[in-house]
Each structure stands twice: as structure tokens, then as C-alpha cells.
């Protein structure tokens, strides 16, 4: 895959792989434990006129981190920019913990909802997902249906991060 080597081939070049997966190079005065771009605050997707923000925060008091077990809280709005009334079906996500073990999860709806927007019309919701490890990943789509012909399309949902501050400023790799 592009960019996911250093270029140059088996020369060695000073640099890290993005959080994208990207290599980006660095020079002699930046240090490796910098990251070489912030972590996404948020996804914003748009497929089919529905827009979707998504983001994540860290529940710490929920968390024990001694027994590997970290609770996210993630927030979500969907809001649709089409000209057409749509309803809510189902949702599929793609979960990868930090040692990138991948976790489908599929549903009705969302929390217990299967929302109709109208045109203009947005949903807000709030829910969590629990990991074995201290960051990871979350995207995935919502299954659509336009209210006038039943036409079914999804409407992706960016990749977001969960992280705790642990991982920010404790995991960073080991600079000897």
C-alpha cells in the first residue's frame, strides 16, 4: 500500500507512521515523541445528503484500567441535508482495539430508536463501547431508507478515536 513504508525503499529515513497509517518523515531536530498530527477530535461524513458527527471521550470512573477494562462514551449527530424525509434502519460498526483485533457490531436503529428526519431535521444520541485496551477505533454506517420510494442506502460513519489521556502522554514508544 502507498505511503506505508518509508520512501526510499530498505534505506533508513527518520520517521513515523502517522495515525492514518501514512509515513511521515521527520527531521534530524523533531523528536519521535512528538506525534506527527493530533488525534481527530471528531469524524464529520456526508453520504447521500446525511451528515454524521461523531465523537468519543474517555469515562474513567466507569474504566479499571488494572484489569485491561476501558469504557468510552461516544456522542453522534446525524443530520440530514437531502431534500428527502429518511428513516434510520440499522447501524453496522467496525470496532479495533489498540492490538487491532476487530469487533463487528450490528443492530435495529440506535438506542432503541429507528429516527425519521425530515429534510433539515438532525438526531442526537449518546452511547459507549467498552475495550481491552486503552485507545482504539470505531466506524462504520447506518442503513438508511428514503421515506417516499423505500430506497435503502447507508451513510458511512468516519472513523473516530477512543483514547484516555493515559495513552496521550504514558504510551508513547520508548525514545532509548
Known sequence: MPGNQPPGGSKFRLGVFGVFGNWCPLSESESILEPPMTTPAMSDTTTHGIRVGATAYYLPDESDPD??????GYRIVIHNTSDLT?????R???IIDGNGELKKVDGDGVVGEQPVLGPGQA???TSFCPLHTSWGTMEGDYRMQHDTDGEQF???I??????????LSNEQPDAS
Request: charged letters at 35%; hydrophobic letters at 35%.
Open 67 to 72: 484489569h485491561d477494562e476501558y469504557f468510552f
Open 86 to 90: 429518511v428513516r434510520l434502519i440499522s
Open 92 to 94: 453496522h460498526w467496525d
Open 123 to 125: 438526531f442526537r444520541y
Open 154 to 156: 447507508d451513510a458511512k
Open 158 to 167: 468516519g472513523r473516530f478515536w477512543l483514547t484516555t489521556e493515559r495513552t
